[in-house]
């Protein structure tokens, strides 16, 4: 007797359909690199902010260690919100390589010959 095999879910990844048990849910490099650009850039000018309002003419031994106090706490709640903020952008996310869905391409295209 013939049993049917479950319909497979698919997903669209850069223009391919993929069974979704073959997608990896992961940031790509290109995400990763943005990421990691924007938060310096983001680290830098609060730095720069902090630094500014906190040292007059002089920098003192007290000012620096409380700029840098001040700075540990208030990078962490930034990086926080900036990291809930990356988390509702979906670019980049489901990333695979190129070989990667090269082979499924090609697999499919033999499955699809072998059961016309």
Same mark, same amino acid.
């Given at each position: 007797?013939?049993?049917?095999? =479950?319909?497979?879910?698919?997903?669209?990844? =850069?223009?391919?359909?993929v069974?979704?048990?073959? %997608?990896v849910?992961?940031?790509s490099? *290109?995400? #990763? +690199? %943005?990421? *990691?650009?924007?938060?310096?850039?983001?680290? #830098?000018?609060?730095? /720069?902010t902090? /630094?500014?309002? &906190?040292?007059?003419?002089k920098?003192?031994? $007290?000012? +620096? &260690? *409380? %700029?840098?106090?001040?700075?540990? /706490?208030t990078k962490? %709640?930034i990086y926080?919100?900036? $990291?809930r +903020?990356?988390?509702?952008?979906?670019?980049?996310?489901?990333?695979?390589?190129?070989?990667? +869905?090269?082979?499924?391409?090609?697999?499919?295209?033999?499955?699809?010959?072998?059961?016309?």
């Amino acid at each position: 007797m013939r049993t049917e095999k =479950d319909p497979k879910e698919f997903q669209k990844i =850069d223009g391919v359909s993929v069974p979704k048990e073959l %997608a990896v849910e992961r940031e790509s490099p *290109a995400r #990763s +690199i %943005a990421k *990691a650009i924007s938060w310096r850039i983001i680290a #830098s000018l609060t730095t /720069f902010t902090i /630094f500014y309002f &906190t040292v007059g003419g002089k920098v003192a031994l $007290e000012v +620096i &260690t *409380a %700029a840098v106090g001040i700075e540990l /706490f208030t990078k962490m %709640a930034i990086y926080y919100v900036h $990291e809930r +903020i990356w988390a509702n952008v979906y670019w980049g996310r489901n990333w695979m390589r190129y070989k990667l +869905i090269r082979r499924i391409k090609l697999n499919y295209i033999r499955w699809k010959r072998k059961n016309r």
